[in-house]
């Protein structure tokens, strides 16, 4: 498997990519004469006498650099590589150029200034230059913009193009409307998926966090949850009258006890009721399918009474615990050394009631594990799709924090 694009600096390494790696809607490769020309020279000079192939046109040089990254930035973004020549016609193969023209001095600034002189607005890119053999060889990170980009000729018209496949081409009215449409929902809800990312934070703070084992470095971050997929959540299809999922309810006796009891179930009502309110703030139409199942299932708990009164397990293990209710609340609240499970099972021979068993310990955290059941996996979709929208547009576009 060949090293990925963004992590190449040898040449070596991205001669294997350009081998194993065929232009694709995320890859185009770029002669150096693309980039820039002397004329005159037999390298910069058209090869083969096609004077209809304006690619092949001194006066295109930079420009043809620019109308690909133009072409990325108007889709989900990709790479351009340029000191790439085509190996094989038939195969679409390619290889890394041999030679290059003997009067130009390459530079990832020439990159650059070619990109800004004709990309509006500019694109921002990220340049890495390859020059640990010769020819040199660019490497170009684009990605997508929250507007559209266009491209300017030598004639000083501007022209919207995307990539289709492995090809650059002009955008229609409809795929102008579509994407302006769609970026603009990417710029405008910012601050909406801000918010929203911040609670999906919190919710799964509250099953996660270990106050007891806390470690700098540890902390939880969004690539962290998403990497990790805490107890299967993106494997859990819930529904608002499915079963509670046995890895909540595995979650809830995993957490410290104090957490269980008090501050996870309180973070979750606050969580619950902000996502909620974000309902009002925006029109549904702009969010997408994954956002408006979480703001939904937040306000449908919203209203459940019931689950709300008993989101703590408090509520049932008091109501069983009688004469031994003091003891059972110092036990529950001493701190976050001891699981909520441990700490039950502890309290079997301490607690004089017949009720203190296996039921009733899964009777008690039911309410919670079956909020957990409705709210983490949407989180988490919602998460995951928020990751792919910084990678295509940055952080900008969800304003959440690297």
């Excluded at 918010?195 to 934070?201: A, L």
């Excluded at 001493?334 to 021979?349: P, Q």
């Excluded at 310990?361 to 709210?375: E, F, P, R």
Aim: glycine share 4%; hydrophobic share 40%.
């Amino acid at each position: 498997m060949s090293t990925p694009l963004e992590q190449i600096t040898s040449r070596a390494a991205l001669a294997e990519f350009v081998r194993v790696n065929r232009e694709s809607k995320a890859i185009e490769y770029k002669r150096l004469r693309d980039l820039a020309s002397c004329r005159h020279c037999d390298y910069c000079r058209r090869a083969d006498g096609r004077t209809n192939d304006r690619d092949q046109d001194p006066a295109w040089a930079g420009v043809v650099i620019a109308r690909a990254v133009a072409s990325m930035a108007n889709e989900p973004g990709g790479h351009v590589v340029i000191g790439v020549k085509r190996h094989d016609e038939a195969s679409g193969e390619h290889e890394l150029e041999d030679r290059a023209c003997p009067n130009l001095t390459y530079s990832p600034e020439m990159v650059l200034t070619a990109i800004r002189e004709h990309t509006q607005p500019v694109v921002p890119v990220q340049v890495t230059a390859v020059t640990d053999g010769r020819p040199p060889a660019y490497v170009i990170g684009v990605r997508s913009l929250m507007s559209l980009v266009a491209w300017t000729d030598p004639s000083g018209n501007q022209q919207l193009y995307h990539r289709h496949d492995a090809s650059n081409v002009p955008l229609d009215v409809s795929e102008i409307d579509f994407l302006v449409r769609t970026k603009a929902n990417v710029s405008a809800n910012r601050e909406i998926r801000e918010e929203i990312s911040y609670q999906i934070w919190d919710l799964f703070d509250a099953v996660l966090d270990r106050p007891s084992t806390r470690a700098v470095g540890q902390e939880l971050t969004y690539e962290k949850i998403v990497a990790l997929d805490p107890y299967g959540v993106s494997t859990i299809r819930s529904t608002r009258r499915s079963a509670v999922s046995p890895n909540m309810e595995r979650a809830v006796l995993e957490m410290p006890s104090k957490m269980a009891v008090y501050s996870s179930p309180r973070d979750i009502e606050i969580a619950v009721d902000m996502l909620a309110d974000i309902s009002s703030d925006v029109a549904h139409g702009t969010l997408d399918p994954c956002e408006r199942g979480l703001i939904a299932a937040a306000g449908w708990l919203v209203h459940q009474r019931k689950t709300r009164e008993k989101l703590s397990p408090f509520d049932i293990l008091l109501e069983v615990s009688g004469e031994d209710s003091n003891l059972v609340q110092s036990e529950f609240t001493a701190g976050y050394d001891e699981s909520f499970e441990r700490v039950y099972d502890r309290l079997k021979g301490m607690v004089h009631t017949q009720f203190w068993n296996d039921r009733t310990k899964k009777q008690s955290i039911y309410y919670l594990a079956d909020a957990l059941t409705l709210l983490l996996p949407r989180a988490f979709e919602v998460l995951r799709f928020y990751l792919q929208l910084r990678e295509m547009y940055g952080p900008e576009a969800t304003a959440t924090p690297d």
